[in-house]
């Protein structure tokens, strides 16, 4: 788990109760289920999910109709995403939410894509690692401080040779590709159209920064 949790954030309990419900409740699609496990993995342009069910200690098929609304499961997790930005630091990149019918759910999050393969080996349809470009859209949205970005994401970044869009404390703003955007305490603000920006104006060390983001 990370530092990005939500702490006694009331949007989590609700949330956990509205899925317990949905799930457990008299006409819940899960009676008869000891824990429902949800995955969802969070990328620029779309979430990755998967689902587990079990009775006692074993796991039992989980079809189509087996599953959260949207409403209480993503909508909610997306909520959960942005509460728990921090300015310069990011937000969680996957989310496992634990349900039993019989006590409080549970909320983890990850610094990371847990994903899973397939017996075979192979990655399950659109479980494969996200490249540089998913993980540029994920940080323009969440920016980040070169510092705070995870090694495991700076190694993508290097091995496509793309430069990441950064968080910038002298202007509280996401600068990437020549663009600024202002960021708030839940993310970038996309209402507001971007500045370009002028190098030869930049004040302080951001000024040199995107020369020597791959110099080790």
Not at 34 to 56: A, C, K, N, P
Not at 79 to 96: F, M, P, S
Not at 195 to 208: C, M, N, Q, R, Y
Request: charge should be negative.
């Amino acid at each position: 788990m990370t530092s990005f949790e939500l702490g006694e954030d009331p949007w989590v309990g609700s949330g956990l109760y509205r899925l317990q419900e949905e799930a457990f409740g008299n006409s819940g699609f899960a009676l008869g289920a000891s824990e429902l496990i949800d995955v969802l993995v969070h990328r620029s342009s779309s979430t990755f999910w998967r689902g587990r069910m079990y009775q006692g200690g074993s796991r039992v098929p989980r079809g189509s109709t087996f599953h959260f609304s949207d409403d209480s499961l993503t909508a909610w997790l997306d909520e959960c995403h942005v509460r728990a930005y921090k300015l310069g630091l990011g937000t969680w990149t996957t989310a496992e939410v634990h349900i039993y019918p019989d006590r409080p759910g549970r909320l983890e999050l990850f610094e990371e894509e847990l994903l899973e393969r397939m017996p075979d080996g192979h990655w399950y349809p659109g479980a494969r690692p996200s490249g540089a470009s998913a993980w540029a859209q994920q940080l323009l949205a969440f920016p980040r401080s070169k510092d705070s970005i995870p090694r495991w994401m700076w190694d993508i970044f290097r091995a496509e040779d793309v430069s990441p869009p950064l968080y910038n404390p002298e202007f509280n703003s996401v600068d990437w590709k020549n663009r600024r955007r202002p960021v708030t305490d839940r993310g970038t603000d996309f209402t507001v159209e971007p500045t370009i920006i002028d190098p030869s104006l930049e004040p302080g060390v951001f000024a040199k920064i995107g020369r020597k983001l791959f110099g080790g």
